[in-house]
């Protein structure tokens, strides 16, 4: 989720139904700030929900003011919370407890806590906005530690100071205990969590098949197989294995990180890897692997995962078709993010992104390596219409149903691959007839531009000059991702003589190495 704090290394999560030895601690109604931080019995088993959603639904302004009401004595909302055999779990509150121990612990998204939950590998925009937030709330209100170290001096001689102080390490926040059993705390937790902050309907169908590979193996890549482990019940190898497939689909999906206005041609091919939206986009295309474009039914039809292979076996399938999107494997179409997969104006498109996946993933379940040679033969052809009428494209999108978008895109694609490949021209309104729309271009419901200079336009501009100068492929004439996906190919191969100088050196596409000059069928 774009520009939010991650807070989900503040408290660990737990099985509801894991049972250990008895905890002895007492709570009553009230907690202080001590006893959620350092290493206070309540804070050693607190917990939340293993199945709860991730703690990185709040903005920078709502983590300050959270903190700031905390410590003006404001009212703060009773904390609901159940207490298993082995563990205090919050039903209800994780934010507001993860926001104020982040004041304490001094991480709001890429400390100690962070990066040790995230296994050294918290992600550049997740630290960008943790740095933005620590500064924001020692404006705000100041360090936690620089409370906790005023001395008696420093407070009689600072009465705003000495208030201050007085309600941090007085005051409690209050507590709700629900009683019953593991049933009625899991019911209690999605009726609470219904009524709130609602649910997004991609966490909520998440939340529902959370024993299944797609929620597991989702959850997986878009952490880069870091962060809670929702594999932690199979075995070690399984769980290496699992780490290993996601993060490789992560690095392909969505690395780098790009700040906006845009001003790099190495763009994330699955967009910003903002948890809910690329969670949302992988379990879509996860159904778009399997052969169904209809998520729901799809999941619907997935069984539970007891042991990690139904989970692993996904991966596979998942890996193999993003190798063929980008990276370097032999089979790579190395397709260039900002020809294929953004708008006009710099913003990743799931619609283009999914409907794609779907053509390739379609043609990989089919065995159809004719399809991968067809594209080739019109990828140039193919990439001008994208790139000259991609303004086009997207306002006549913007005139199909949201549901039916990515199918649109993939009969564009396909048409597309088949026209140019017979060598043939297309016009605006064959494109509008492709994607289903009828009548002529100046009939579509155009989107107004924006009067200044916005981030967008910013993106657009660089975007439209930077492409130009793109290095190509020297086989098939497409743009290359150089920093993602390249192969440096003899133009007179070895076998007859070639030399390794630079003079015979040329940069193609892995698929248009191996598959079209070396004609290996690559897979």
Request: neutral net charge.
């Amino acid at each position: 989720m774009a520009n939010r704090v991650v807070l989900d290394a503040m408290i660990r999560r737990a099985d509801f139904a894991l049972q250990s030895e008895s905890i002895s601690v007492e709570l009553g109604n009230t907690l202080k700030l001590s006893e959620i931080t350092g290493a206070s019995p309540t804070a050693k088993f607190l917990r939340k929900p293993d199945f709860q959603r991730e703690t990185n639904h709040w903005t920078t302004s709502q983590v300050v003011n959270l903190i700031r009401s905390f410590v003006s004595g404001e009212l703060i909302p009773a904390l609901i919370l159940w207490k298993s055999e082995s563990f205090v779990f919050v039903i209800d509150g994780a934010h507001r407890l993860s926001a104020l121990k982040a004041w304490v612990e001094n991480d709001y998204g890429a400390g100690s806590f962070s990066n040790s939950f995230f296994s050294q590998s918290v992600q550049e925009e997740q630290r960008k906005i943790a740095d933005k937030t620590r500064k924001a709330v020692e404006k705000e209100v100041g360090r936690y530690a620089d409370y906790l170290a005023l001395t008696e001096a420093d407070l009689e001689s600072n009465a705003e100071k000495a208030r201050i102080h007085s309600i941090i390490f007085s005051r409690s926040l209050h507590v709700q205990w629900v009683q019953g059993n593991q049933e009625v705390a899991e019911t209690s937790f999605f009726k609470i969590n219904s009524q709130g902050t609602v649910l997004d309907k991609t966490e909520e169908l998440l939340l529902k098949n959370r024993q299944k590979s797609y929620a597991i193996a989702a959850r997986s890549i878009v952490r880069s197989g870091t962060g809670h482990k929702y594999w932690s019940k199979f075995e070690i190898e399984v769980q290496k294995e699992i780490e290993y497939l996601s993060s490789r689909q992560n690095e392909i999906y969505f690395q780098p990180f790009v700040d906006e206005p845009i001003k790099t041609l190495d763009l994330p091919v699955g967009g910003a890897s903002s948890p809910v939206d690329a969670l949302k986009s992988l379990i879509d295309l996860f159904a778009l692997v399997d052969g169904n474009p209809d998520t729901r039914k799809q999941l619907q039809m997935v069984s539970e995962d007891p042991d990690g292979s139904e989970t692993i076996s996904l991966l596979k399938r998942s890996l193999r078709v993003a190798n063929r999107v980008s990276g370097n494997a032999p089979g790579s179409l190395g397709l260039h993010p900002a020809v294929y997969f953004y708008t006009e104006r710099g913003k990743h498109s799931r619609f283009l992104f999914l409907g794609i996946i779907r053509v390739i993933a379609d043609a990989l379940r089919n065995n159809d390596k004719d399809w991968f040679k067809k594209f080739t033969s019109s990828r140039e052809k193919l990439e001008k219409t994208f790139l000259e009428r991609k303004s086009l494209i997207n306002q006549g999108l913007a005139n199909v149903n949201s549901a039916q978008r990515v199918d649109r895109v993939a009969k564009l694609f396909r048409y597309l691959v088949e026209v140019y490949r017979e060598e043939k021209e297309v016009s605006d309104n064959e494109i509008l007839l492709a994607l289903g729309l009828e009548g002529a271009a100046g009939n579509l419901q155009i989107i107004d531009a924006p009067k200044g200079f916005t981030n967008d336009v910013k993106s657009a501009a660089y975007l439209q000059a930077a492409i130009v100068s793109a290095p190509r492929c020297s086989i098939c004439k497409g743009y290359l991702h150089v920093i993602k996906s390249v192969s440096y190919d003899h133009i007179h191969p070895v076998s007859h003589g070639g030399a390794g100088s630079i003079q015979n050196a040329q940069l193609v596409h892995p698929y248009c190495n191996t598959a079209i000059k070396g004609d290996s069928g690559a897979d």
